[in-house]
């Protein structure tokens, strides 16, 4: 069993920065692989990025590459979000998840966070 509590959210102007931390418990946090989903108001929840559990491999969805980064620490047993260059479009509750696959489906991860609001202003 892995439990997620995300942190970091808040209100930032356009062209900001935020970073997300998302602190897991369970002594298996180091083989699951981790990642960010969003979902904004009145639209489906969408893939963020995920990184393997070796840390080796990262996905990002097309929206974010370049302006986000995923990283993990697997001895603070924690996966960071940094977030850069931030907008409007931006502005959604993040949800941390785990699971065995690298994926950017979400039934690929058996475990989430209760989410933490990001809100980008014009």
């Known amino acids: 069993q892995v439990q997620l509590v995300e942190s970091g959210g808040g209100l930032v102007q356009a062209g900001g920065s935020l970073r997300l931390s998302c602190a897991a418990s369970?002594?298996?946090?180091?083989?699951?692989?981790m990642g960010w989903f969003r979902q904004a108001p009145g639209k489906e929840r969408e893939f963020v990025c995920a990184v393997m559990w070796s840390g080796g491999s990262t996905a990002y969805a097309d929206s974010v590459k370049g302006r986000f980064a995923i990283s993990r620490d697997n001895a603070k047993n924690t996966v960071y979000l940094q977030m850069n260059s931030l907008k409007p479009e931006d502005t959604a509750v993040y949800f941390c998840?785990?699971?065995?696959?690298?994926?950017?489906?979400?039934?690929?991860?058996?475990?989430w966070g209760q989410g933490t609001q990001v809100t980008v202003s014009s």
């Open positions: 369970g002594r298996t946090f180091s083989s699951y692989s």
């Open positions: 998840v785990a699971g065995r696959y690298l994926s950017s489906r979400s039934p690929a991860y058996d475990y």
